[in-house]
């Protein structure tokens, strides 16, 4: 693609060229921000180009991707993105919210946001000709890869910690990835891939390491972008945008697509991003907090498998997408992820712990005034609620077991 320009070093800020580098910068370790040539692509596309399209997935966006079109018509590579959001008129009333919408990113085709970043990698894999990529996961990074990888027949390799949900690691399997679990915990799996990836020549995927992830990730902003902020009135309020921060790629590549729509005099009015960890792994609300862009590791150990994290890797960005754009950090405990998914499954919703996450948030972000009934809400549930039942049966009680009687039946209704 003529107008992917290379990479910009979020910290230093450094120009590099897309020959130069794979990953992060040399000099600082900074995550690289992909440049493209906006006025070559203004001048090409306007607006109506890209709403017009009739391919529903985030390959509708491929004008404003640094890759190539990866080809695999007919398979899940070519669905990724394109997922609904609802709007619940249930929870608009119990939450008093004139405008609300719930991006359902468990309608991917591996389930989770994570498809987005992977769909794209695997795209860029197949340009540069690698044999085989390799990610580190807590489930969804890695079930995204296989899934992907195995729709075009590329190999891919997964660290996993060997605690991750056996829904995640089931579907790793099933897609038919070389998985390894590692007796440890999501970072020391990072540390691994790389060194692996380095020893072997391996491609390698991981999540705030690899640039092109934000890449993919920003398709989900682009989508709210059409399906929400296109469709407000011009005197609205500016949405405001609710997602759950592990490393802090998700919320960085949402970020990062709205500034691409930006750059392109595409957006209206930038929304304001709310970021949501657990209280139990917060090192990036902690940085918000601080006031400063200085990450401090923390020891992670929330039920939100998926945003458990001791070093986030993406945590700059992830601290700026909520203080650049008006937004905030705001944390919660386990018990309020949990209640996240029995409210959020009473609107037909099912989300795993980190995607109730958001949703818990903004609950928080209501009671304390965060939030008024005037803005105009989107919650990003990143991860279906199949992926761990284990912590969804948390949220509610057991179904009972009756014998096959009308008599056992009466007796249990009490009538
Ligand atoms: C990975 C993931 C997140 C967090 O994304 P980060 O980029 O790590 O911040 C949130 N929810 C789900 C379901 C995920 O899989
Ligand atoms: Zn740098």
């Known amino acids: 693609m003529k107008e992917f320009l290379g990479y910009r070093c979020s910290l230093c800020g450094t120009e590099y060229t897309a020959e130069q580098l794979t990953y992060t910068c040399p000099k600082d370790g900074g995550n690289l921000d992909v440049i493209l040539d906006y006025d070559e692509i203004k001048k090409k596309y306007q607006i109506e180009d890209i709403i017009s399209r009739d391919d529903p997935s985030l390959w509708r966006y491929l004008p404003l991707l640094p890759v190539k079109d990866p080809g695999g018509e007919g398979t899940p590579l070519r669905m990724a993105g394109g997922t609904p959001v609802y709007s619940p008129p249930l929870l608009k009333k119990k939450l008093g919210l004139k405008n609300l ?6 309608r991917n085709p591996s389930a989770s946001f994570k498809d987005r970043a992977s769909s794209v990698v695997v795209a860029r894999a197949r340009e540069i000709k690698s044999e085989v990529v390799v990610t580190a996961s807590t489930g969804n990074a890695g079930a995204a890869l296989a899934c992907m990888s195995a729709a075009v027949g590329q190999k891919s390799v997964i660290f996993a910690p060997r605690t991750a949900p056996a829904a995640k690691v089931a579907q790793l399997i099933v897609f038919g990835a070389q998985v390894i679990l590692v007796d440890g915990n999501y970072d ?48 609205s309020c500016p949405a405001c945008i609710f997602v759950s921060v592990g490393d802090g790629n998700i919320i960085s590549g949402i970020h990062k697509g709205l500034k691409d729509l930006q750059r392109l005099g595409w957006l209206r009015q930038m ?3 709310f970021g949501i960890q657990s209280e139990k792994s917060a090192a990036i609300a902690n940085t918000f907090f601080a006031g400063n862009e200085i990450i401090v590791p923390i020891s992670a150990t929330t039920i939100a498998d998926s945003i458990s994290v001791d070093l986030p890797r993406d945590g700059v960005r992830a601290v700026r997408a909520a203080r650049e754009t008006g937004g905030a950090y705001i944390t919660v405990s386990d018990e309020e992820i949990i209640t996240g998914i029995a409210e959020l499954g009473k609107v037909g919703i099912f989300a795993e712990p980190a995607g109730s996450t958001a949703y818990a948030g903004l609950v928080k972000a ?9 803005d105009p809400v989107v919650v990003i549930n990143t991860g279906n609620g199949l992926k761990d039942i284990k912590s969804a049966m948390q949220a509610v009680n057991p179904a009972p077991v009756i014998e096959p009687t009308m008599k056992a039946l009466m007796k249990h209704l009490g009538k």
Request: negative net charge; contains cysteine.
């Open 101 to 106: 919408w719930i991006k359902d990113e468990g």
């Open 271 to 273: 929304p304001r991003i």
């Open 366 to 374: 209501i009671e304390t005034k965060l939030i008024n009934e005037n």
């Open 188 to 235: 020391s799996a990072f540390d691994l891939t790389i060194e692996a990836s380095q020893e072997f020549g391996w491609y390698c995927r991981n999540t705030g390491y690899n640039p092109f992830t934000a890449e993919g990730k920003k398709t989900g902003g682009f989508e709210i972008w059409e399906q929400v902020l296109l469709k407000l009135d011009e005197d």
